[in-house]
């Protein structure tokens, strides 16, 4: 299991390269949205070869539509959101303090959701040690962005 440790870290990685090729082509094209739906179709391809090689794509049934969440149908948009701040901000203000704060937003709502067991995840309580490693972030995103 110390692998998927692992494949996180390089999708963080990614995540980080991402933005930049993502301005990239947003500057190429001349326009931020039109690279953000070349982003999409990339994303598609890259989901549907890895579901097709593991065999793991499969379509869902009517009752496993009608059974999920109405929120669960957003993700798509939150994940497009993200595609756009890349598009949009990452080269302006920087790839550290970008994915800085991209992470350290991302885990301090995470303690929240965690905390309150929303969106589908477990409760986990909001501990001191968890607080405390959110304002360390929060504070490490502070220099990284005004350095």
Not at 46 to 75: D, H, I, N, R, Y
Not at 87 to 104: C, D, K, N, S, Y
Not at 130 to 137: S, Y
Request: aromatic content about 10%.
């Amino acid at each position: 299991m110390w692998y998927l440790y692992g494949f996180v870290l390089l999708a963080g990685v990614a995540n980080a390269v991402q933005a930049g090729q993502n301005g990239a082509l947003a500057k190429s094209f001349g326009g931020s949205l039109s690279a953000g739906l070349v982003v999409a179709a990339g994303t598609a391809t890259c989901v549907l070869l890895v579901g097709l090689a593991s065999g793991k794509l499969t379509l869902p049934t009517t009752a496993q539509v009608l059974e999920a969440p109405w929120w669960a149908w957003f993700g798509g948009v939150l994940g497009g959101g993200i595609v756009v701040a890349q598009l949009m901000v990452a080269r302006q203000i920087g790839a550290a303090p970008f994915l800085g704060m991209l992470v350290t937003a991302g885990v301090v709502a995470s303690i929240m959701l965690d905390h309150f067991g929303w969106v589908g995840f477990e409760r986990h309580p909001a501990t001191l040690w968890r607080i405390v490693g959110g304002l360390l972030m929060i504070g490490g995103v502070a220099l990284v962005a005004s350095s």
